[in-house]
């Protein structure tokens, strides 16, 4: 009963090709984040939904793009990867009154 | 806008010596300040948050608003505490909660 589940867990991809994570979450929240951690470990908001609606976009470039099905899910569409994209990102997502995130395991993503 | 600074990348320390990672951070608002742990291919997971004023694993963090900073100590060191520390930001209200991360700190703890 995984609480913030992401897949997949590796994902290895050439230059160019597009692909998705995708994240679900089991607590009943109504808020999601997407997080990059790069290689030097710095983690970096991208995106947060909040009731299926986008309400944080940080500066990431429009190949990136986050989709929210219903309250539980939401998923990183990546379109022409790039070298660059090469990191672990990090799902999560927070109740409404507590400003706790819970994590998702991460996937590793690496472009070659 | 805000932003969180740990100055140290890598801390090295003994068992059973004292640790303290460095957390300062900017913000115009009041904000809400946590730390994050990450342990060796682990999932990032809350370990403390100002407000609660709690003592988790031994550690305790301090808000000092004077110096903008929030410390995380901890009086004697464990093998288990070994992992990467994150200081987190997040405005108290609006924004979204969205949390500012500041880029760590590996601690590692030597026999």
């Known amino acids: 009963d995984t609480a913030v589940s992401q897949t997949p867990k590796y994902l290895v991809t050439q230059m160019g090709n597009d692909k998705s994570i995708k994240c679900e979450q089991n607590?009943?929240?109504?808020?999601m984040y997407w997080y990059k951690q790069d290689s030097k470990k710095f983690l970096k908001i991208m995106f947060s939904?909040?009731?299926?609606?986008?309400?944080i976009n940080e500066t990431v470039p429009n190949r990136f793009s986050p989709k929210s099905p219903d309250k539980a899910h939401l998923n990183l569409h990546i379109n022409s990867l790039e070298l660059g994209d090469s990191a672990v990102y990090f799902c999560?997502?927070?109740?409404?009154?507590?400003?706790?995130?819970?994590f998702g395991p991460g996937t590793r993503l690496t472009v070659t | 806008a805000q932003r969180v600074t740990q100055p140290e990348k890598l801390l090295s320390v003994f068992k059973g010596a004292p640790v303290e990672l460095k957390c300062n951070y900017s913000?115009?608002?009041?904000?809400?300040l946590f730390w994050y742990v990450q342990y060796s291919r682990q999932r990032l997971q809350l370990l403390l948050r100002?407000?609660s004023r709690e003592s988790i694993k031994g550690f305790t963090a301090d808000l000092n608003k004077g110096e903008t900073s929030f410390h995380l100590k901890k009086p004697f060191a464990q093998e288990e505490d070994s992992a990467m520390y994150y200081c987190?930001?997040?405005?108290?209200?609006?924004?979204?909660?969205?949390?500012?991360f500041g880029t760590g700190t590996q601690l590692k703890v030597e026999l």
């Open positions: 913000y115009s608002g009041s904000p809400e």
């Open positions: 939904y909040n009731n299926k609606e986008l309400i």
């Open positions: 999560a997502s927070k109740g409404p009154g507590s400003p706790e995130q819970y």
């Open positions: 100002h407000i």
């Open positions: 607590l009943g929240h109504d808020t």
């Open positions: 987190a930001l997040s405005p108290r209200e609006g924004g979204g909660n969205k949390l500012t």
